[in-house]
């Protein structure tokens, strides 16, 4: 199978899940976030992730995430890692009061890097997360423990293939991810299945360790009794060193 006909099997893919339900609730947002990973010696580096996550047609800041890591380099292509995440929720009630919740997360993930191509890389992510989520107000008794496997994978495209190696130049990204809750799903949303985001995006890589993006992500998520459709604007940065 050619380079070209795997790519457009895997952007397919992306939409295949979100494409069930445009019948049902949309919403559209605007997220910005921040990636960067370090590597320490040959075996040991860390990561982080800041995320600012809007409301729906940008009317409020819904969620602010915090993402740290320690990471551990099996190999080049082969990162495991163990983390903690925290989540600032806010909201409003029918009446227009405010409110917010806390949510704690643990969690450990396995990364492996393919190539499909001389230039052209295929990650694979799989992560489990331990959630604690808070009390929604000061007066409740709401909060609960649950756990969620996550399977991402992530193409990046370079529109100029001049080198084996990808340093610098305009690029597509691919990817998607799947949510599922195996622990307490009663009490996210009754279901096993949780959400889809399919991503496709824009870039530039300014040098080995910096690039840019901007795209558009389909999150699908699924409610006890319906589903969401958030079509999110995002842009990030991603920085190595």
Do not use: C
Request: glycine share 4%; aromatic share 16%.
């Amino acid at each position: 199978m050619q380079l070209k006909e795997k790519l457009l099997i895997f952007a397919a893919l992306l939409f295949i899940v979100p494409a069930r339900s445009f019948a049902q609730d949309n919403q559209f947002s605007g997220w910005a976030a921040v990636f960067h990973s370090q590597k320490l010696s040959e075996h040991w580096g860390y990561s982080f992730d800041g995320q600012l996550r809007s409301h729906d047609e940008l009317s409020y800041l819904k969620h602010i995430l915090l993402r740290p890591s320690a990471n551990y380099y099996f190999a080049k292509n082969k990162v495991g890692a163990l983390g903690y995440a925290y989540i600032a929720t806010y909201g409003r009630t029918t009446a227009g009061d405010q409110t917010f919740r806390p949510e704690h997360r643990l969690w450990q993930q396995y990364t492996y890097t393919h190539k499909l191509s001389k230039n052209v890389n295929l990650a694979h992510r799989l992560r489990l997360e331990q959630r604690f989520l808070g009390n929604t107000a000061a007066t409740k008794n709401d909060n609960y423990f649950a756990q969620r496997f996550r399977y991402f994978a992530r193409a990046i495209v370079p529109l100029k293939r001049d080198s084996a190696v990808f340093a610098q130049g305009p690029f597509v990204a691919l990817q998607n991810e799947v949510f599922v809750n195996i622990q307490n799903k009663n009490k996210v949303n009754k279901h096993f299945f949780d959400q889809n985001r399919a991503y496709v995006a824009i870039g530039y890589r300014i040098n080995k360790m910096i690039d840019v993006e901007t795209g558009y992500l389909n999150q699908y998520i699924k409610q006890a009794e319906a589903y969401t459709i958030n079509h999110v604007a995002q842009l990030a940065f991603y920085t190595r060193f």
